[in-house]
């Protein structure tokens, strides 16, 4: 079945499913653990809808590519058109927030860093963006002032808090809409912080999204 954008309660949202624009090093702790380095320009990638799957129902990984990792994100889904906005534009235009994992084949990545190609293999593979209901907006309150986590095989293994970003939300997205239009039903990632690593089948993921979100599901 089709990936269909719901709420919290299960519920359809009226909104198609779009492309996943994303933000890699807004993390200065993720950036650490990669050995990377801190530049001024975003980094900003897009993976198409055909990546975007449930994660409340156990999802595949394609481990003859090589390592998958979970890299856990705040995600927004947008509900009005956005192009070449301001910051103080944009959350009127957000529908509200979830969690996402950026899967990411962490050995064609780096061999594509190393050629200095673009990202799209390791990041943009079908099922590459599993994806949990959305709390509206007006419910989660401030989109800086959040906790999130994954725990794997009752393990945490990452712990995240929006207030480390190094670009807020609505930075990121008004960036974004600089270069390209946002469409009802896009989503947008907002960056991953430490403790990224490989995932295997059987595994058991638990997420949270501060008091809003609990997700379990596994990887098949």
């Known amino acids: 079945m089709s990936y269909q954008h719901k709420d919290q309660q299960g519920n359809l949202i009226d909104l198609p499913s779009g492309k996943v624009l994303c933000i890699g090093q807004n993390y200065q702790d993720h950036i650490a653990e990669m050995n990377s380095k ?20 156990p999802f595949p990984i394609p481990h003859h590519l090589g390592a998958v990792h979970n890299e856990t994100e705040l995600a927004v889904l947008i509900k ?18 979830g969690l996402a994992l950026d899967l990411t084949l ?15 293999i390791a990041k943009g593979f ?19 002032q959040l906790q ?7 393990e945490l293994r990452q712990q995240g808090d929006t207030r480390l970003m190094i670009r807020s939300v609505t930075q990121i997205i008004s960036e974004m809409s ?17 403790g990224v690593g ?23």
Do not use: M
């Open 38 to 57: 801190t530049a001024p320009e975003a980094l900003f990638f897009i993976k198409p809808n055909t990546a975007v799957v449930d994660i409340n129902q």
């Open 80 to 97: 009005a058109p956005l192009t070449k906005v301001t910051a103080d534009q944009v959350l009127d235009a957000v529908w509200g927030y």
């Open 106 to 120: 962490r050995e064609q990545q780096k061999k594509l860093k190393e050629l200095g190609r673009p990202w799209e």
């Open 126 to 144: 079908d099922g590459a963006c599993p994806v949990s209901a959305f709390v509206a907006a007006d419910e989660l309150g401030d989109a800086q």
């Open 148 to 154: 999130f986590s994954l725990k794997v095989n009752g």
């Open 178 to 194: 600089q270069f390209f239009t946002l469409l009802p039903g896009d989503l947008v990632l907002t960056g991953t912080p430490a």
């Open 198 to 220: 490989p995932l295997n089948t059987g595994d058991q993921l638990e997420l949270a999204l501060a008091n809003k979100l609990h997700i379990k599901t596994s990887v098949r």
